[in-house]
């Protein structure tokens, strides 16, 4: 059996390596890479920005070598061009030549990933904007960010416009325009929002909302100024544009591969398209909520990565199937720290979903052990099925992954009045004797 995978990267390359651990010789396992390396942990990207390491190769997980004495063969910098679906070819241009060659396949794994949106009016191609997306872009940003007291505007309060800002602010001036009344508003309600928007006011960020851009004042190709739609006027030395991603299936439009409005490949659990041997995974991929059985597009490495070892199973013959996304995460913005999973009130308002919700606080753990934090906890629920909706937490030290005790509830649907007296974990330097936790449970018990 011939497996070609398009995109060496996190999704693919997981299960290219778990089928090969397990068929050896039986298969042959070819994958075309766009980029000069494989497998990058994009997630590190802003971390290297800030310089907290200094050596980018430390964000590829494996390199071609080492996939080679795994027998599972990476082509660089070899962009997939074309797809015969019927013929079950592919045509493949090597970027260092301009050449194009063809190559078959038995089974086909789609993993392109997704790329960052552009702006209509603050293009990728003028000289001082940037974006985070690969290596490259990082090494642009580095750059910008240790030239030290740049006026650097950040669009997008999205998790990579957060984590850049995190990792420029020591260094410069940031600004950050977000178009909408509340930063990350998708995925943080307003109260654990303003908590965010709090820290970041607090660490000398100039955080502007519902910033809706009417005019671009662009000289020598360089934007030079930002003009707000309420006449706030931003200058600027440097742009990062995050807002957001985009599926890299441009190659697939017009094929017989179903995509959806916005180009990401539709699959069912066990992430087959409508084309019989074609798979696709990842960021250029929909999912689905586990809880809604909506579909929904969730562009993290925790859901490409699953779904790698589903699809190999998949593929091998075995009965599995990927279980769905609750859109759990976690983030760090100076020292708050944010996690997350399932609805937002937003949303189950939108979905007239009947709910309740509790908003609490409290410390992280005993006041005579030092270092004591503020912890903050939202939860939503329904009180007719006895179900979480929903939960965040906003904390400091690591004190939101209590998320992890949150998690299991909504992933089994399990009622909330069987964890009232749930044996969580105390000790003075981790937790008060009754966590805030309890106290969450407790009244969701109906104490
Ligand atoms: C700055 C940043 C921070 C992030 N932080 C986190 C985090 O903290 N936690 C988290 O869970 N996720 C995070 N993510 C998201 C995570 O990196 C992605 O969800 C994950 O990499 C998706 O894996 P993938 O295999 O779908 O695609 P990718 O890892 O994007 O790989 C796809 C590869 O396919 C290549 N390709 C595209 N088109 C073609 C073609 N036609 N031919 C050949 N090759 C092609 C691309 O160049 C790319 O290398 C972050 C992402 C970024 C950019």
Known sequence: MKIVIIGAATGGMTAAAKIK???????KITAYQKLAYPSLGACGLPYFVGDNFSDSNKLIARTVEEFDKSDIKVHVNHEVVKVDFVSKKIVVKNL????????Y??????????????????????????????????????????KKNQNITVIGGGFIGLEAVE????????TLLEATPRLSQKVYDAEIGD???????DNKVNVITDARIKNVVIENDEVKKIILEDGT???????????GVVPNTEFLKGTLVKLNEFGAVIVNEKLETN?????????????FDRVTKQQVHVPLATIASKQGKVLANVIMGKNDAFQGSIGTSIIQVFEGQIARTGLTEDYVVANKIPYKKLFLNGVDHTHYVQGAKPIYVKVIYNPETKMILGAQIYGYNNSVLRINSIVPLIWNQTNYQ????????YSPPFAKSFDIMNVLFGMLGGE
Do not use: F, H, W
């Not at 794994?109 to 690969?134: D, F, H, M």
């Not at 990792?167 to 940031?174: A, R, S």
């Not at 069987?418 to 974990?425: A, E, F, K, M, N």
């Open 21 to 27: 651990r397990s068929l050896k010789e039986k298969v």
């Open 96 to 103: 260092e030549t301009n050449k194009e060659i063809e190559d």
């Open 105 to 146: 396949y038995d089974k086909l794994i789609i993993s392109t990933g997704a790329k960052a949106r552009e702006l209509p009016n603050i293009k990728y191609s003028l000289k001082n904007v940037y974006k985070l997306n690969q290596i490259e872009d990082a090494v642009a940003l580095k750059a910008v960010n240790e």
């Open 167 to 174: 990792n420029m602010q020591k260094n410069n001036n940031i």
């Open 195 to 201: 908590l965010l928007k709090q820290e970041l006011i």
């Open 233 to 243: 006027e931003v200058k600027t030395d440097a742009v990062l544009v995050a807002i």
């Open 275 to 287: 084309i019989k041997d074609v798979y696709s995974l990842g960021d250029c991929a929909l999912t």
């Open 418 to 425: 069987t964890v009232r007296d749930l044996d969580l974990p």
